[in-house]
């Protein structure tokens, strides 16, 4: 049973290019959460989607980052012309329902360097 | 909005020693979740244990035991006979028991866990 998958494990990228990161959630889980954790702090949400909807985007900056979770194919999260302030580690969780009960599986992360 | 303090930064323990991680949240909610996650230096995020906050009755998993008071708002982590691989960032988490916008977990700061021989 393959878990959340996220990749690539590392991503570099220099100032002003754009960063794709991927999630393909544990199977048959159909609600997909970013979270960002920067150095030496926690995971801060970013945004929740289930199939084909973003549900809650609340935790994510309104310029530069986008997400989409298709109905075939992993989650994207897509960071446009990054910054340095954009290094950190970005984790993908699934969980098999939206309530409250069902636990989010997280992925291993990306870790993203800005050069 | 919820919130989740974490007042240890870094806690140490001996091997076989007992210790405990603390945790307080703030929210209104009465219905909700609490969550211990354990990230080790390979960064995983790893689900140790889970408490209802409907239940009375601590949760329990192995060596891992919560100390859950709810009129507090506190959750604290008790490990027995520590040992080398505890050794990680420990996260405590809080989610609500509503559908949608609030599925969202809410994260600490985290506690780096250090297990000395």
């Known amino acids: 049973n393959a878990g959340v998958m996220q990749n690539p494990r590392h991503l570099v990228r220099r100032r002003g290019q754009e960063a794709r990161l991927r999630c393909s959630p544990m199977k048959g889980h159909s609600h997909v959460y970013w979270y960002r954790q920067l150095p030496e702090e926690g995971l801060k949400f970013m945004v929740y989607l289930q199939k084909e909807n973003i549900i809650d985007e609340s935790g994510m900056p309104k310029e530069r980052f986008s997400a989409e979770f298709p109905k075939e194919g992993p989650s994207i999260l897509r960071i446009q012309q990054v910054v340095r302030g954009d290094s950190a580690a970005y984790f993908c969780?699934?969980?098999?329902?939206?309530?409250?009960?069902?636990?989010?599986?997280f992925g291993d992360g990306t870790r993203l360097s800005i050069l | 909005a919820q919130t989740v303090t974490q007042s240890q930064p870094e806690m140490s323990v001996q091997e076989a020693e007992t210790v405990t991680l603390s945790c307080t949240y703030d929210?209104?909610?009465?219905?909700?979740?609490l969550f211990w996650y354990k990230q080790p230096p390979s960064r995983q995020m790893i689900l140790v244990i889970r408490q209802e906050a409907y239940k009375q009755q601590n949760a329990t998993e192995n060596r891992f035991s919560v100390n859950f008071q709810k009129a507090a708002k506190s959750f604290s982590l008790k490990i027995s006979d520590s040992q080398l691989g505890d050794a990680a960032m420990y996260f405590c988490a809080y989610r609500s028991a509503s559908y949608g916008t609030a599925s969202k977990l809410t994260f600490g700061t985290g506690t780096r866990l250090q297990v000395t021989l």
């Open positions: 969780a699934s969980s098999l329902q939206g309530a409250g009960n069902q636990p989010q599986h």
């Open positions: 929210t209104s909610e009465s219905d909700y979740y």
